[in-house]
């Protein structure tokens, strides 16, 4: 399918002004039809109307070319309904639909083929897990219309529709608060982009909430994490995954940019690497002394830098590390469910992923003394906030050890 716009030169007037027609090419079909305004040829670009210059007469260019563009707008938007709707292209269909009421297209889009090209053009510039999280989300909404029987469209994303997902979210699911917060962020997200697509004008979402909570941040001490960074197992796999994990933990790099790290990235006494969730290019990072001993373990060797290995497994392999060298501390864990606190207590090696190798970073380099400006930077933290979770740690162990005075014997 294809619009262009082009002057009907047959048509033209007494004093040189031609109408402006669009030509609509598609599944062999072709369709002409005025536009509405005239240009005189000497200022026709191809597809525009070029601006007069100051001894020359006013031809109205910028309202011209803005009209244009909302006509080109609403064809595209008319193409995605025939798709969407998986409808035969003819030329009535298509004139019905240009001549039609916004809120009469808008009434025709299929939420979740919108939410598939959502995904499909926000995977452009967004990170593969982002669109992999989201298309998580996608596919969640689509379980909940399955097994609900609550058939979603825009026009039904209201107050009904809220409240029967958190019922079925926290009731039936039984999903933590952050993670709904999360779906309610990406559908959010989502349907702000579908209003600026014209593909509805329903803003009722903007009520909709999302409730997050702090979570429990599990690291491992300076003390375990030494202790399992010395440690030497007599699985070769496992070493290369407590490896892997300590390098993590002495940089700061999550497990995804640690996966894609290459000799290239790696100086004597920096790493410099692209990280793939924030986009940042050219991100620096000093070595010290545990990551380069790392490194110079699998110098020259097939696993240099690093040896390779899939996340799923790592995360059984480094609880499996972690249990051996017995970091049996029961931990006790909380999350929120609706209005619902639950906890868990379990030894800690159950609660090691890839995951914490960077909380472990971020934490201990607070309580070594490091600048919180300085981790920041290393660490790659965009918000504040984020930096603020960890600072409350350092207040808690700092208080415990405030405590040692009251436990002392006299």
């Not at 001549?99 to 919108?114: G, H, L, Q, V």
């Not at 392999?317 to 501390?329: G, M, T, V």
Request: glycine share 2%.
């Amino acid at each position: 399918m294809k619009v262009i716009f082009e002057l009907r030169k047959e048509k033209a007037t007494a004093n040189g002004l031609i109408p402006i027609q669009f030509v609509v090419r598609a599944e062999g079909v072709r369709i002409r039809k005025n536009v509405g305004f005239n240009t005189k040829e000497i200022y026709w670009t191809g597809s525009r109307v070029k601006p007069n210059l100051k001894k020359e007469e006013d031809n109205n260019y910028q309202f011209i070319n803005d009209e244009l563009q909302k006509i080109e707008s609403k064809v595209n938007d008319i193409f995605f309904f025939f798709r969407a709707n998986k409808l035969a292209f003819s030329k009535q269909k298509f004139l019905e639909q240009f001549e039609a009421k916004k809120d009469e297209i808008n009434s025709n889009f299929d939420f979740f083929d919108c939410f598939e090209e959502y995904l499909t053009s926000g995977s452009l510039i967004k990170s593969y897990n982002t669109i992999k999280a989201q298309r998580t989300i996608k596919n969640y909404l689509k379980t909940f219309e399955e097994e609900t029987g609550f058939v979603i469209t825009f026009d039904k994303l209201n107050d009904l529709f809220y409240e029967e997902l958190m019922k079925y979210s926290f009731f039936e699911k039984e999903i933590k608060n952050n993670y709904f917060a999360k779906i309610i962020a990406v559908l959010k997200s989502f349907v702000r982009w579908s209003i600026d697509k014209n593909y509805t004008t329903n803003r009722d979402f903007e009520k909709f909430k999302g409730i997050e909570h702090d979570v429990d941040i599990i690291y491992l001490t300076y003390d375990e994490l030494i202790k399992l960074y010395k440690h030497d197992f007599e699985n070769s796999r496992l070493n290369h995954v407590k490896d892997f994990y300590c390098m993590g933990c002495f940089t700061g790099l999550r497990f995804s940019d640690l996966s894609q790290l290459h000799r290239a990235n790696i100086t004597e006494t920096h790493i410099n690497i692209s990280i793939q969730k924030t986009k940042t290019q050219n991100h620096i990072i000093s070595l010290n002394k545990f990551s380069k001993e790392i490194l110079d373990k699998y110098r020259g060797t097939i696993y240099e830098p690093l040896p390779k290995i899939s996340q799923q497994k790592f995360n059984d392999y480094i609880k499996d590390c972690c249990e051996i060298i017995e970091l049996d501390k029961p931990t006790t864990i909380t999350w929120f469910i609706g209005t619902k606190k639950v906890q868990n207590t379990v030894p800690k090696h159950q609660l090691i992923t890839s995951h914490t190798a960077r909380k472990t970073f971020i934490t201990n380099s607070l309580l070594l003394g490091m600048e919180p400006k300085a981790i920041k930077k290393i660490a790659n933290i965009k918000k504040d906030a984020v930096l603020d979770k960890y600072m409350k740690i350092t207040e808690e162990y700092t208080n415990q050890q405030m405590d040692k005075w009251n436990n002392h014997e006299k």
